[in-house]
């Protein structure tokens, strides 16, 4: 009796176990989606920001890109921040107004 008394404790325990795995990769899954969703539009907005400041030069087209600029700051990877940190710095307009 004993015996079976602990082998049904030991499967109550191993589907507790597995519903807690369960939720924590669900939740998982949603914080990682949430994060792509963040970081696709971000840059996608900051791709369009770039090249409307190219087309128009205009300083509302600056500030739209500098918009988008933070947005990735936010939600970038310290490489993504470098590599917009050098395109800022390396842009040719910027480089032809300080002359």
Do not use: P
């Amino acid at each position: 009796m004993s015996q079976m008394i602990s082998l049904l404790t030991a499967f109550g325990l191993g589907s507790i176990v597995t519903a807690l795995i369960q939720s924590w990769l669900s939740r998982r899954t949603i914080k990682d989606e949430r994060s792509f969703k963040e970081k696709q539009a971000a840059y996608g907005g900051l791709l369009e920001a770039y090249h409307r400041a190219a087309v128009e030069g205009t300083d509302e087209a600056a500030k739209h890109f500098a918009y988008w600029q933070m947005r990735c700051e936010l939600v970038g990877s310290a490489g993504v921040r470098d590599a917009i940190r050098h395109l800022v710095e390396t842009n040719d307009d910027r480089r032809a107004s300080n002359r």
